[in-house]
Structure formats: structure tokens, C-alpha cells
């Protein structure tokens, strides 16, 4: 038996050995834990890169790529949108809503690291300002479409209350905006103290300039919608924040494409421009997007009468339904683009124009199923890029926040707080777009608004609409004005069809019946079939999701 | 010479020469009850087995054309299901045993020769037996034994006997099986003309349809029609499946050479499989090469070394459109059928942006993968006394992959021969190397004794296991050129490079104990431990108990009175396992990960994106399975009729799954063991075989089922449309929908849909005559979708789930004289399937046509009994074709799975050629099904019916291949 006892122990001691040579407390072999990282400011630099990528671009990406301004009455998409016409229903799921919270804690995760962070907190103090900005950012993008939403300001965890915390009032939430972006801007340097290998990143005037943003919309919302009642508390921070960005002289209108300036800042010649204050930035073979050539295949919408209306004619400077305006009619197809304002030719392409477009050189048809495709007639040319490239491999930026957004914002808060604006702020703000090369139109000023039987409002907010026409302004712009109770309900129409060149030619697609309006022009959205029921329409609906797990959303935004 | 022979016992030949007396042994055969079963650290006779062990042996994989062994174990066990992944060579498919235990997926154990290896690598001439453990059997393998165990082992030679050498071969021609078919262009003309909205621009008019009808061959150039602008219009229907898919052909050669002598055996097996596509453009090959060395050496007499040493190579080529980028049955089902393949000067011809699969695979550039598994696998046991024995095993294995993808731009030519358009650009060359390291070390004792009446046995042991993966890619793109692509001739610009690595550690320590009193009470007890590196070290040791009970009806005294039963034999098992396929080798640990992409500021910087990965919960630890079950085994009528029946239950307590918390969160939360699954159902495997003169035949059946359950789960059960993932009181992977109504054929029909639901938008504005109609459950007047039909809680119900249900096989083999014949038929009694993504409607993109399956059963006002809603472009179609008891489909099906018919030559003249044995055989494999699935979708497709997933994959093959074996 001795002999056996030898060998199994022999045997059993060869087990511990090989059963502990292999070590069972392992490491990741291809990542950093947490504990490893924020350690220096290029791990923080690291951390805000990441916020970048989620800021708003050319679609609106949350929202299934829909095209902006598709959700309002300037722009008309393949078929009838349904928060357009007020015909959607409450969703179970919004991404719009899920996305901003991964935002909020990616930002708070940096502004935590950063109180407990070894080194010199003045290394780090520009990117926890990148971070509040984000934090601010996103919080704005949620409470634009939601109103009353939750306010994050710590990372949360599966067992912390503030998951099932309340919506924050939207007084609350416009306060803490803007007092974060006035925080952060102290922080942030300016435009021109940024080296050419950091450009793109926050700067101070982009957060006083989305600081005028946030304020400009707050005032306006709490004078219509009576939702506070120091509205001119918050016209005048909108004020104060935009004069501080054109005083500091470090943005201007881009005019480098000589009379193309207006098209082409929204293209490739437009990257980099001193017009862009916050950017969505592409560059080739590290971030490229796709709509060169979804424009051109007519994609992302088309534009609606209502827009085409808009422009002013320009040798009287007149609307055209002024009498003596000078404006042609619509007999021909170039007849209404004649004697415009020169952004309407630049964000319309009118029929017969030699373009170029991302597969080369093309001439522009009236036909609607050729491309640019169209169902209103009207045919977008803004944001068509020119670069010949494959189809995901477009790479001009997107601005976020333009300087020319900052003079409509100055001058409408001026408007808006006093009921009156004096010409010297409008020769600072409407007329310096007026004036910008390729666009140059006769100059706004009261006596010229008086002499014609203008409306002063109603100027300042067309100058808006048609600057910055596609651009995602527009529903939120009806909302915060409270207009969007007549304005949507009207029908949404296209060219005038009866009796004009269009109709000679031929031009509507196999199937369209070609329905129109008692004066001619087609009815692409029928007023029949839009809706819009006050207060319910102004707001957007929590999503149902998101109430069944949290019941302290409750109650949904009004009539939802 | 003179045959003796009688059922049950080994035929025996003997010359007679001039004796006029002869004496002749036979030798009985082995019954099914003695047959040594192989269960986990040691053997077993199936007498003696009190678990739901099923067998295989050597003969499932003989003479089958397929490369893969798992694919030749379809419908040969109970209980194992086989799930094919696309027919490309050298795929491999999904093993099932016993329905699912988890929604986290994991798969059976498989060891090879008693360490983990892979079946796809392994030739399947080396296998001598599978033993599958179904139930608690398995408990024995801990923590990754949740889903069953395959336990594979290998030939070896036998001590004592002269060089064998034996050569098999064949050759097999491979013909596409079921493909999906998109609408011919007649189909799809008249199926546009159905379109009465104005959505689809028109691109036939119903005097064009003649034309389509007559094949003519005109052209119209540069003609604007439908959405196409500046394109020619063609009239002839191109059949894209007929241009692309044609036959292929798999080669196969094996050469085993055994023998031994007093004090050790030998066992050399060298092997080559060759595999051609089914692509007629481009090239597609699998090639494989095997060698195994083994030998078993007595050291002294109780000092036993074996030694097996194997290699695995393989080597596929292939072009690059065949997986990566837009592959080409994506593209082959969508280029439109009036597509021409070429232009009239003879190139690859491109409607529009559409790449030309033709032109993919020949010009789309070419990739490869090398492979190599190595497995060194060594064993020394040690006989201490008769009743002791002490094996000590050391199994290392390397495997690296060495792939090569080079992906070119393609220059797209029209009708004019013009190069409108470069696609697939840029193009680039990649190089990726991939290794992993597993070494396996164990250690056991089994120690025997009988005393009187009781038999004891005892086993422990211990194991430890490691795995290290790397991998690290090189890339460079734009090249000037496309002659060649290596690396080194691309420009160093926006070239790309990254690695990527993990491990993993298990300690285990495991025991077993046997006891049998008279043999014919047996019980047994198991208990194993492991550690896994995969947990935070407070979580990190699982237990994992089992037991099983047997009792040998048929030693007993009043059965052996009946004279009835050769065996019967009851049993049950109880085990314990644990599953951790749903835990990430560092899950305990809080990662920061860098973004693949970059974000670019200014100067071309690429700035690095970081971010929080995961969230951490250092609680999260196994799923543990329970597994019960109850059998009953038998044979009657001399051992010819014999079968079992199994009953088991699988409950898995503590499932890890994910929890809706509020977006607040901000993250994806960790799965946490909150949810419990249920599984339950039954085996039944029973077979006759007899001998008739000089026909012997058998026949043997199986049929199993299982369902699934949710029991339960915390956190919200919100049930959306469409799949649920883990739907509580549901099977896995539910579809929910809507109640279909009918179509509304009428406007009074319309008003009356539209008063059924008042706050539905687009009902009032915009469903009309022709859409689907569908039921209100709760009452409410709006279509919603949260809720599963309970009352008030919306207005879906269970559609079904996609698990294959009452699977069947059945096996048939009969010899006579040097003929013999094999037929094996598959098949399931019901599965869900429901048609999802771009396959869920008619022109679900008006650029692409739709499947065949849709024409003809959509409403038009001539065609008011349609089943489905009239075809239209707008966002109705979503609507028309979403998620309901009309867009499920319940398939069965019955598959010939493999026929064989051999003939083997006559001794008197192989000995001749100094042959001992030729036999030549034709072998068939997926000849013909007879199954009810829609429009071309294969019924043993996966099952993931969205888009990428198998609704455009490698078609299967039917294989039909002429062989020989050879024994010299």
C-alpha cells in the first residue's frame, strides 16, 4: 500500500501545481479599464471628442434620417409627413428622447472625472467646459421638442432615484441652460485663439451664440404661450448674448464665392468659413455623408409655394402680392424667379439651369420624376453638393450655428422685447444679410415698412424663414410664435400648374392627378387632411415606452 | 467455404478444404445493452447508464458527401437539433441539443478526444463515436455543460494486428436546392400595373406586357420610363438565379493506415477535401487537408501512454462579393430582371447604380483564408492496482487564421459602353492574423471494487483550462493599381491597423460515485466546482451538482418470468449546469473603448472618440440549468425491436437578461440573472432490425419536441411588435402582431373600419379600399401596439415562435448479398416563420422587384378573394404588410436527407487484387423535400428573416456523388 500512497500523492501534488500554474485573475488584453484612464488632459480631450459626434447634421438622424424642415410647411418630402399635417400618433419609442440621456452622461461622466482628477485642473478646465456646453447642448435639443423634461446632472446607476425622477418645468430647464452656457463660455477660448488642427472644437462664441439661441426661443415661447411671465428678462439676455458675438468681431457672413457666396457656404466651399460658429464636421475617408447625391436624387425634400412666396421682389424690395412689387407672375417657369431675391434662385434650382452636381455637369428638366425629383414642382438646390464623389463619400460640413443666425436672433429679440426696432439695429443685423455678396437687396428700415403698409414683425420673421430656409427652424419657429394653428391647416401647394409652361410640358409624374386649387396651383397636401389641434400639436408626446417604465413622466405634454 | 451465421451472433466463413468435420465458435455480436458508452472522465456499459446518453457511431459519417461532421449528425439523435448557416464551403452550422436553455444562446460542449475542440475542423473519417449528453449526465462538465455535451472520440488502431490500410474516396456534384426567387419581369410589370395610387411611376404599360411576354429582344436607348432617367428600356426577362448559381463539386480522399503489435497500436489517417461553390463567375473553393498520428505505447504493464497528434488545414478562396460588402445574393435577388448580364460590347453591364453580381465576383477582387489547428493531445495513465487507475492529460492546441481580403472598385460600363461610374470605391487590401492558444491539463482517479453483491466505484479529479485569442488586422486603401495588391504596394496614407485579444481561465475540480447493489439498483452522484476568470473573484466558483437513479427492470425475477423483455431498464437524472455564454471575458470591470472611427477637426486631426463601454454589475454570475428527466429503455423479440423514451424538464433559475431601465440611464445596463426560462419535452427513439435469409435490415425512428418558456423576469414586460426577445409566459424570440380582419373590399366596408377606430390618423386619412383591416382588442379605437392581447392591454396576440417543433428522422438501411442501401429523412412537423425586412411586402423599395411569392395574391378590384392588400409605395405598405396573423407562415417539412446504395465485390474476387474488401456506392445528400415554406426560402434556414440574415444567403446544395472504399 505504501508504494500506491507514494504515488498518489506524487499524483495529487502534481494536480495543485497544475492547477494554479495558469492565473485566473486576468486583465483585458485590449482595452482600458476606467480605473486606467483619466489621467491626463488628453484622455479628457479623448472623452469630449466623443460628444461631437452626436450633435445635429444635415438629417435628422434620431428621426429615421427624415430631412429637416419636412415637419413644417416649406418643404414637401416623397409622401404626406404625418407631424406636418398633425395626423401622427403618440410613438412607443423616440430616439430623439433616448439619445440625449447617453449625451447627458457621457458630459457628466467628464464633469465628475474632473473634480477628482491628480493634476492641474487648469489642463483639463477647457474640455469639462466642451462637456458643459454638450450638457447644455442636448438638453436644449430634448427640451425644444419636449418641453418639460428631466435634468441630468450626475451619472446616474441602475439603483439611483433620479431615474424615476419627475420632468423638470420648462422654466426650470430654460433657466439651467443658460446659465450652464454662460458658465461655460468663461471657460471656452475664442475663435481666433483656436490652432488650425483644433478647429471645430467649442469655441466661447458658440455657446453665446446658442445661449442667444435657447434665450430668443424661451422669450418668445413665454410671451405667446404665457408659460412665464419675465419674457423680457429672457429677450434681453438673447440680446446681450448676440451683441456679444458680433461685437467680439470674430465671425462674419461668408461672401468668398463671390455671388454663388449664399449656395455655396452650405457646400464644400463653404467648410471652414468664418460664417460657421458650430459645426458638424466631414472630412474624406474619416467622416463622409451621403447628400450630395440625395439631393440631387431629390431626397430631402422639396420646397413648398409658402417658401417660394416669401422671397421679396428685389428692385422694390416689395412682397410679391404688394401691388407694383414688379413681380412676373407665373405664366412662364422663370417668370416667378425673375427680379427675386438672389436666394431664391440659390435654394431653388429653377428649371433650364446648367448645375453641377456630385455625378458632374447637368442641366435642371421642369419634368417632376426627373431628377431632382420633386412632388411640388419646385426643385432644392441648397445643399447640393458639387464635388464629384461616390455617394457616401460627400464631405462638406454642416453648421450647426451660423453667424447670420445670430443677426436674425439680435434683431427679432430687439423686435420683440420693445415692439419696436430702430434702424441702427437693423442696418447691424437684416440688412448686413441683405447686403452679402450675391444677395445684395434693398435695405429694410421703418420708413420703408411704414410707407408700404408693412408689418415690421412680419418682415423680420421672412428675412428668418428664407435665410435659413431647410435649415430645422421652421416648425419650431411657427411653435414659439404660436402661429402654427393657421399656418399649418393651410394646404400645402406647389407650382401653379393651370395655364402656365408647366402644364404645357407635361411635367407632373405618372399617377399624379394633378389636382388643383381654385387659382391654378397644385394641391400637394390638401387642407382636408391637415390638422392641427391647439394646444395638443405645439407639444410633443413623451413616448410611451418611456412612460411605462417611469410613471413620474407623468402627466404627458397637453392632449397627449 | 462454408458460411455459418445466425441472428445475433458474428457471420463466420471457413474454407473447408478436405475436412469432413468441422468445429466453428461463433461469437455473439454485441448487443445494444453491452455496448461501452462513453460519459464524461470515463465509460460506461449502456446496461448500466442512468442518463439520456444517445450514441453515434462511425457509420453516420461513412460515405456522406458533407465536410463537416456536424452536418452528418442531422436527425441522427434525439433531442439534436442541427441548424444550417447558408450553404458556402466551408460553413458550419449550429448544434442544438434539447431546444435552448438560455436567450443568451451557448452551444453543446464539444471535446474531441476529451480536450474542446472544433467539429468543423475535424475530418470526419477519424471519428470512431459521438456520445451525446442530453441531461444531467453532463453536470459532470460544470460550467459550460448547460447546453449538452458532445464527447468525440477519435479511431485508434488495435494491438496485435498486421498493417490495415484502407482508401476511400468520392466525388460529388453539387446542384443548387431551394432558391429564392424574385418576380420575373412579366410578374413584375403586372404587379406595378396593380398600383392605382400614383406611387410607383409607371414603368410598363399594359401594351409593353406583350413584348415582356414574347421575350423580345428590343431596346429602347436612353429612354426616361418609370424613375429612370436617361436608362435604356428592356423587354426581356433576365433570369438572375439561372445567370449567377450553377453546380459545384466536393472531392474527397482518405487514407488510413493501422495496426499494432503486442505492446502498442498505431493509427495514421491523412485526408484532402476539395470544395467548388455554386457562383459560375469569380471563384468560391474550400480546400482541406488533414493528418493524424496516433499511437498508444504500453511503457510497463500498468504505464500506458497515448499519444495524438493531429493538424487541420485549411485553405478557402474566394471572391470578396461573396461576403463582404453588398454580397452577391443581395444583389443577384435584386438586379432588376430586365437586366441584361452584358452590354452589347461584350462587358459587364450596369442598369443604373445597381453592381452587377456577375462583375462582383469575377472583378470585385479576391479573398483568402488560411487556417491551421494543431492539437497536440497526450494522455499517460496509470494502472495503480486492479481496482485504481490514474490518468493524467495534457491537451494543448494552437489555431490561427490567416486571412487576406482585398476588395477592388469596379468599373461600371452602361449600354453605350460608357464608364459612367466607379462603385466599391476605395478600394483596399486588408491582411488579419488570428491566433488562440487553449490548453486543457486534467487529472483523474477512478478507483473500482465489488463486494459481494455491491459494486462502488469512485472518481475525482481535477482540470484546468485556459484560452488566449489575438488578432490583428493591417490595412491600406485607394491603390493606383488593381493588378496586384499586397500590402506593401498601397500607399501608407489612411492606412488603418488594429489588434484586438482576450482570455479566459476555468479551474474545476470534479468527483464522481457509483454504487449498484446486485446489478440491478444503481445510483450516482456528481459533484464539480469551477472558477471562472470571467467573474468578479467574490462570484467566482459555481457547484454543480447531479445524481441518477436506474433500475434494471429486467434482472428481475417477475420480469424474466415473462420471457418478454430482453431489456427494460428505468431511469431518472437530476444535474446541475451552468451556461456563462452571455458574460464577456472582463464583464466585472468597467472598460473605457476608443471609437473605430474619428471625428475630424481641422487639418485632417483624427480625433479619438472614448467613451464608458459597459456598465458594471459585479454580481452577475452563471446561469445555472436544471436539468430532470425520466427514461425508460427496452428491447423485445431477441433484441430486434428496441427503443427509448425520455421525458425531461430544463429550468434555467437565474437567466441573465436584460432589463428595460428609463433612457434616464443613459447607458445599455448590464444583463442581470433576473429572468427564468423553462423548457420541457420528449424523446422518442425506437428501432427494428432483423435478418431475413440473406437480407438484413433495420429501420430506426426518432421524433422529439420541446417547447420553451419565459416563466418569469423582473422589470417592465413591455411587448412590442414584431420579436420580443424574452417575453414573459411566451416562448423565446415571440412574434406578437395584429388580428388580420379581411381586406376591405367596399366603401361601406371602409366607413365601417373607419368608425372602428376614430383615433387612429391613418385609418380616417388615408387606409382605403383594398388595405387590410385588422381587430380592435382592446376597444380603444387606436391601433396600438403595446400589450399581448390580455384584455385592455392592446391589440396584439402571440404569433408564434420561430423554434422548430416535433423534429423527425428516420433511418432505413437494408443489405443483401454485396448490396446495400441507406435512406435517411428529416424533417420538423411545425415552425413560425415570419417574413421580415426587405422580404416582408411587395416592392417594399421601388428600386428592386419583389419575391415571386407575392404575385398574384394581392387585392386588385378584379382580384377581390386575394389574401394579401393591394400593392402600393406609400407608407400604407407598412401598414398593409406589418406583423399580423396574416404575414405568419407555419412550415413543416420532410427531407431526404441522404440515400446511399453500395455494392461491395465479392471476397473470392477482391482477394483476387489482393483487395479484403471494394465496395462502390452512389450517395446522395439533400436530394428532396417535400415542405409548405413561401417563395423559395429554404424551411431549414436559421430562421433570422431580416435584412443580411438568411433571407439572402449562400443557397444549399444537393449533393450527388459516386465513391469507393478500399481496404487492402
Known amino acids: 500500500m505504501n508504494r500506491y500512497l507514494s504515488r498518489i500523492l506524487i499524483a495529487i501534488a502534481l494536480l495543485l501545481v497544475m492547477v494554479n500554474c495558469q492565473d485566473i485573475n486576468l486583465r483585458p488584453k485590449d482595452n482600458l479599464s476606467d480605473s486606467q484612464f483619466w489621467k491626463g488632459p488628453s484622455d479628457f480631450m479623448k472623452a469630449a471628442n466623443q460628444l461631437y459626434s452626436t450633435a445635429e447634421t444635415f438629417l435628422l438622424v434620431d428621426r429615421e434620417n427624415e430631412p429637416r424642415d419636412m415637419d413644417s410647411d416649406i418643404g414637401y418630402n416623397q409622401a404626406a409627413n404625418t407631424i406636418s399635417n398633425g395626423t401622427w400618433s403618440a410613438p412607443t419609442s423616440d430616439a430623439e428622447w433616448s439619445n440625449r440621456f447617453a449625451d447627458f452622461r457621457n458630459c457628466n461622466k467628464i464633469i465628475e472625472k474632473s473634480e477628482s482628477y491628480a493634476g492641474d485642473p487648469a489642463e483639463i478646465e477647457r474640455y469639462v467646459a466642451e462637456a458643459r456646453f454638450f450638457r447644455a447642448y442636448n438638453h436644449w435639443r430634448l427640451m425644444k421638442k419636449f418641453n418639460d423634461i428631466p435634468i441630468i446632472t450626475s451619472v446616474l446607476s441602475t439603483e439611483s432615484e433620479e431615474l424615476y425622477g419627475k420632468r423638470q418645468p420648462q422654466t426650470a430647464v430654460e433657466d439651467f441652460i443658460l446659465s450652464e452656457l454662460e458658465e461655460a463660455a468663461s471657460k471656452l477660448p475664442k475663435q481666433s485663439e483656436l490652432q488650425s488642427s483644433e478647429l471645430g472644437r467649442i469655441t466661447q462664441g458658440a455657446a453665446l451664440a446658442l445661449k442667444a439661441r435657447v434665450a430668443l426661443f424661451a422669450g418668445t415661447w413665454a410671451k405667446y404661450h404665457q408659460h412665464r411671465s419675465d419674457y423680457a428678462q429672457l429677450l434681453d439676455q438673447a440680446i446681450d448674448a448676440a451683441k456679444r458675438v458680433i461685437d467680439s468681431h470674430e465671425y462674419q457672413l461668408y461672401e468668398?464665392?463671390?455671388?454663388?457666396?449664399?449656395?455655396?457656404?452650405?457646400?464644400?466651399?463653404?467648410?471652414?468659413?468664418?460664417?460657421?460658429?458650430?459645426?458638424?464636421?466631414?472630412?474624406?475617408?474619416i467622416r463622409m455623408h451621403s447628400n450630395a447625391h440625395s439631393v440631387y436624387w431629390g431626397w430631402r425634400g422639396t420646397p413648398t409655394k409658402k417658401l417660394a412666396d416669401m422671397y421679396l421682389c428685389k428692385g422694390t424690395g416689395l412682397p410679391i402680392e404688394a401691388t407694383g412689387s414688379g413681380f412676373?407672375?407665373?405664366?412662364?417657369?422663370?417668370?416667378?424667379?425673375?427680379?427675386?431675391?438672389?436666394?431664391?434662385?440659390?435654394?431653388?434650382l429653377m428649371p433650364g439651369t446648367k448645375y453641377l452636381n456630385a455625378n458632374g455637369p447637368d442641366s435642371c428638366v421642369a419634368k417632376f420624376t426627373v431628377r431632382p425629383e420633386t412632388r411640388t414642382g419646385y426643385k432644392l438646390w441648397k445643399f447640393m453638393g458639387e464635388t464629384v464623389a461616390g455617394v457616401d463619400?460627400?464631405?462638406?460640413?454642416?453648421?450647426?450655428?451660423r453667424y447670420a443666425e445670430v443677426l436674425l436672433i439680435l434683431a427679432e429679440a430687439t423686435f420683440e422685447k420693445d415692439g419696436a426696432i430702430s434702424d441702427a439695429v437693423l442696418d447691424q443685423t437684416i440688412n448686413v444679410l441683405r447686403s452679402r455678396k450675391g444677395v445684395e437687396m434693398p435695405a429694410l428700415n421703418n420708413t420703408f415698412v411704414n410707407a408700404h403698409g408693412l408689418d415690421m414683425l412680419t418682415e423680420i420673421r421672412r428675412e428668418r424663414t428664407i435665410e435659413l430656409a431647410f435649415e430645422g427652424f421652421r416648425r419650431d419657429d411657427l411653435r414659439r410664435w404660436k402661429k402654427a394653428e393657421t399656418e399649418l391647416v393651410k394646404p400645402l401647394l406647389g407650382i401653379k400648374y393651370k395655364g402656365t409652361q408647366y402644364e404645357q410640358l407635361n411635367v407632373l409624374n405618372d399617377g399624379n392627378p394633378g389636382h388643383v386649387d381654385a387659382n391654378g396651383f397644385l394641391i400637394v397636401d390638401p387642407a382636408n387632411v391637415r390638422f392641427f389641434t391647439a394646444p395638443k400639436h405645439y407639444y410633443f408626446p413623451v413616448p410611451l415606452d418611456e412612460i411605462a417604465l417611469n410613471s413620474n413622466l407623468l402627466p404627458n405634454n397637453p392632449g397627449w | 467455404m462454408l458460411v455459418f451465421s445466425s441472428l445475433g451472433y458474428n457471420t463466420h466463413e471457413e474454407a473447408i478444404g478436405s475436412r469432413t468435420a468441422i468445429h466453428v465458435i461463433l461469437r455473439g455480436e454485441v448487443r445494444q445493452m453491452d455496448e461501452v458508452v462513453a460519459v464524461g472522465y470515463g465509460t460506461v456499459k449502456r446496461a448500466n447508464l442512468g442518463g439520456a446518453v444517445s450514441t453515434i457511431d462511425a457509420r453516420a459519417f461513412e460515405s456522406r458527401p458533407v465536410r463537416n461532421a456536424a452536418n452528418a449528425l442531422q436527425g441522427q439523435v434525439p433531442g439534436l437539433t442541427v441548424v444550417r448557416n447558408g450553404g458556402a464551403p466551408?460553413?458550419?452550422?449550429?448544434?442544438?441539443?434539447?431546444d435552448v436553455s438560455s436567450v443568451n444562446g451557448g452551444s453543446p460542449l464539444v471535446l474531441i478526444d476529451g480536450a474542446e475542440g472544433d467539429l468543423g475542423l475535424l475530418n470526419p473519417a477519424d471519428i470512431e463515436n459521438m456520445s451525446v449528453l442530453k441531461d444531467g449526465t453532463a453536470a459532470i462538465y460544470g460550467a459550460r455543460a448547460a447546453d449538452g455535451v458532445i464527447l468525440v472520440t477519435t479511431k485508434k488502431g488495435q494491438k496485435n494486428k498486421g498493417l490495415g490500410v484502407s482508401f476511400d474516396s468520392y466525388y460529388s456534384l453539387k446542384t443548387p436546392a431551394l432558391l429564392k426567387k424574385a418576380a420575373s419581369l412579366y410578374e413584375h410589370a403586372e404587379m406595378a400595373l396593380e398600383i392605382s395610387d400614383g406611387s410607383f411611376p409607371i414603368e410598363y404599360t399594359q401594351e409593353e406586357l406583350q413584348l415582356i411576354l414574347e421575350g423580345?429582344?428590343?431596346?429602347?436607348?436612353?429612354?426616361?420610363?418609370?424613375?429612370?432617367?436617361?436608362?435604356?428600356?428592356?423587354y426581356k426577362n433576365q433570369d438572375w438565379n439561372d445567370l449567377i448559381i450553377g453546380n459545384g463539386n466536393l472531392q474527397n480522399y482518405h487514407l488510413g493506415l493501422s495496426g499494432g503489435g503486442d505492446r502498442y497500436t498505431?493509427?495514421?489517417s491523412l485526408g484532402h477535401t476539395r470544395e467548388e461553390g455554386l457562383p459560375k463567375f469569380g471563384i468560391d473553393n474550400d480546400k482541406r487537408y488533414y493528418a493524424r498520428a496516433k499511437s498508444t505505447i504500453d511503457i510497463t504493464k500498468n504505464l500506458q501512454y497515448d499519444f495524438n497528434l493531429s493538424y487541420e488545414a485549411n485553405n478557402r478562396n474566394y471572391s470578396s462579393g461573396i461576403s463582404e460588402g453588398q454580397n452577391i445574393w443581395e444583389l443577384t435577388y435584386k438586379t432588376r430582371s430586365w437586366a441584361p448580364l452584358r452590354n452589347p460590347a461584350g462587358r459587364f453591364y450596369t442598369f443604373e447604380g445597381f453592381d452587377n453580381p456577375a462583375q462582383v465576383l469575377e472583378e470585385g477582387g479576391e479573398s483568402a483564408l488560411t487556417g491551421g489547428n494543431l492539437t497536440f493531445n497526450n494522455q499517460l495513465s496509470y494502472q495503480v492496482n486492479k481496482d485504481l487507475n490514474l490518468v493524467g492529460r495534457a491537451v494543448v492546441r494552437k489555431n490561427d487564421v490567416d486571412s487576406s481580403i482585398v476588395r477592388k472598385m469596379l468599373y461600371s460600363y452602361n449600354w453605350d459602353n460608357v464608364n459612367h461610374r466607379t462603385a466599391r470605391s476605395p478600394n483596399s487590401s486588408e491582411r488579419r492574423y488570428a491566433k488562440t492558444l487553449y490548453k486543457n491539463f486534467t487529472l483523474y482517479g477512478d478507483y473500482k471494487k465489488s463486494f459481494g453483491q455491491h459494486d462502488i466505484g469512485v472518481m475525482v479529479g481535477a482540470a484546468s483550462e485556459s484560452a488566449n485569442y489575438d488578432m490583428f488586422s493591417a490595412k491600406r486603401i485607394n491603390y493606383d493599381q488593381q493588378e496586384s495588391m499586397p500590402l506593401n504596394l498601397g500607399s501608407a496614407q489612411d492606412q488603418l491597423a488594429t489588434g484586438q485579444g482576450n482570455a479566459w481561465t476555468i479551474h474545476s475540480f470534479f468527483s464522481r460515485v457509483n454504487y449498484a447493489f446486485a446489478n440491478k439498483y444503481l445510483i450516482e452522484g456528481s459533484l464539480r466546482a469551477d472558477g471562472s476568470s470571467r467573474f468578479d473573484p467574490d462570484y467566482r466558483w459555481g457547484y454543480f451538482p447531479g445524481a441518477n437513479v436506474t433500475w434494471r427492470v429486467a434482472e428481475e425475477a417477475f420480469i424474466k418470468k415473462l420471457h418478454f423483455f430482453d431489456d427494460l431498464k428505468l431511469r431518472a437524472s437530476y444535474g446541475e449546469m451552468g451556461n456563462q455564454s452571455g458574460i464577456g471575458p472582463y464583464d466585472y470591470i468597467e472598460l473605457i473603448s476608443l471609437n473605430e472611427d474619428y471625428y475630424p477637426f481641422g487639418d485632417g486631426q483624427r480625433g479619438q472618440m472614448a467613451t464608458q463601454s459597459n456598465l458594471v454589475s459585479k454580481s452577475r454570475t452563471w446561469e445555472t440549468v436544471i436539468a430532470k428527466n425520466i427514461g425508460m429503455d427496452f428491447s423485445i423479440l431477441r433484441d430486434r425491436l428496441y427503443g427509448s423514451i425520455d421525458y425531461f424538464w430544463k429550468n434555467n433559475n437565474n437567466m441573465l437578461i436584460a432589463i428595460p431601465y428609463p433612457s434616464a440611464l443613459g447607458i445599455q445596463a448590464p444583463t442581470t440573472n433576473s429572468g427564468k426560462l423553462a423548457v420541457h419535452g420528449w424523446e422518442l427513439n425506437i428501432g427494428w432490425?432483423?435478418?431475413?435469409?440473406?437480407?438484413?435490415y433495420s429501420v430506426r425512428?426518432?421524433?422529439?419536441?420541446?417547447?420553451?418558456?419565459?416563466?418569469?423576469?423582473?422589470?417592465?414586460?413591455?411587448?412590442?411588435?414584431?420579436?420580443?426577445?424574452?417575453?414573459?409566459?411566451?416562448?423565446?424570440?415571440?412574434?406578437?402582431?395584429?388580428?388580420?380582419?379581411?381586406?376591405?373590399?367596399?366603401?361601406?366596408?371602409l366607413a365601417d373600419y373607419r368608425a372602428r377606430f376614430p383615433n387612429e390618423g391613418m385609418i380616417q386619412t388615408q387606409v382605403g379600399v383594398g388595405d387590410a383591416k385588422y381587430l380592435d382588442l382592446d376597444g380603444d379605437g387606436k391601433l396600438s401596439e403595446l400589450g399581448d392581447g390580455t384584455a385592455g392591454s392592446g391589440d396584439m396576440i402571440y404569433l408564434g415562435d420561430t423554434n422548430p417543433r416535433y423534429n423527425f428522422g428516420l433511418n432505413l438501411f437494408a443489405a443483401y448479398k454485396g448490396f446495400d442501401f441507406t435512406a435517411f429523412i428529416q424533417g420538423i412537423g411545425r415552425r413560425t416563420i415570419i417574413l421580415e425586412g426587405e422580404a416582408s411586402k411587395p416592392f417594399f423599395y421601388p428600386w428592386f422587384q419583389s419575391a415571386e411569392y407575392w404575385y398574384g395574391k394581392t387585392w386588385t378590384p378584379e382580384r377581390t378573394d386575394a389574401p394579401y392588400p393591394a400593392i402600393t409605395l406609400t407608407d400604407k405598405r407598412n401598414y398593409n404588410y406589418d406583423y399580423s396573423t396574416n404575414t405568419t407562415h407555419s412550415v413543416a417539412y420532410a427531407r431526404l436527407k441522404n440515400l446511399q446504395i453500395g455494392y461491395t465485390f465479392p471476397k473470392k474476387l477482391t482477394q483476387r487484387m489482393k483487395l479484403e474488401k471494394l465496395r462502390v456506392y452512389f450517395s446522395g445528400e439533400d436530394l428532396f423535400e417535400v415542405h409548405n415554406t413561401p417563395g423559395g426560402w429554404d424551411p431549414e434556414d436559421s430562421g433570422n428573416y431580416q435584412n443580411g440574415g438568411s433571407y439572402t444567403s449562400y443557397p444549399f446544395a444537393r449533393f450527388y456523388s459516386l465513391g469507393l472504399n478500399l481496404i487492402f
Open chain 1, 328 to 348: 412676373q407672375g407665373y405664366a412662364k417657369i422663370a417668370d416667378e424667379f425673375k427680379d427675386r431675391d438672389p436666394r431664391m434662385s440659390q435654394t431653388f
Open chain 2, 266 to 268: 498505431y493509427l495514421i
Open chain 2, 216 to 234: 423580345s429582344d428590343r431596346v429602347d436607348p436612353t429612354s426616361n420610363w418609370g424613375r429612370w432617367t436617361g436608362y435604356p428600356k428592356f
Open chain 2, 90 to 98: 466551408g460553413s458550419s452550422p449550429v448544434l442544438r441539443i434539447r
Open chain 2, 701 to 749: 425512428a426518432n421524433l422529439s419536441d420541446a417547447k420553451n418558456k419565459v416563466t418569469e423576469r423582473i422589470g417592465n414586460n413591455l411587448i412590442h411588435k414584431g420579436n420580443n426577445l424574452t417575453p414573459t409566459g411566451y416562448p423565446l424570440n415571440s412574434y406578437f402582431g395584429y388580428v388580420f380582419d379581411g381586406i376591405i373590399q367596399n366603401d361601406q366596408e
Open chain 1, 256 to 285: 468668398g464665392a463671390g455671388n454663388e457666396s449664399y449656395r455655396q457656404l452650405f457646400i464644400d466651399k463653404g467648410d471652414d468659413s468664418p460664417e460657421g460658429i458650430f459645426d458638424s464636421r466631414y472630412a474624406k475617408n
Open chain 1, 393 to 401: 463619400d460627400a464631405t462638406y460640413d454642416y453648421h450647426i450655428i
Open chain 2, 689 to 696: 432490425r432483423d435478418q431475413v435469409g440473406e437480407l438484413s
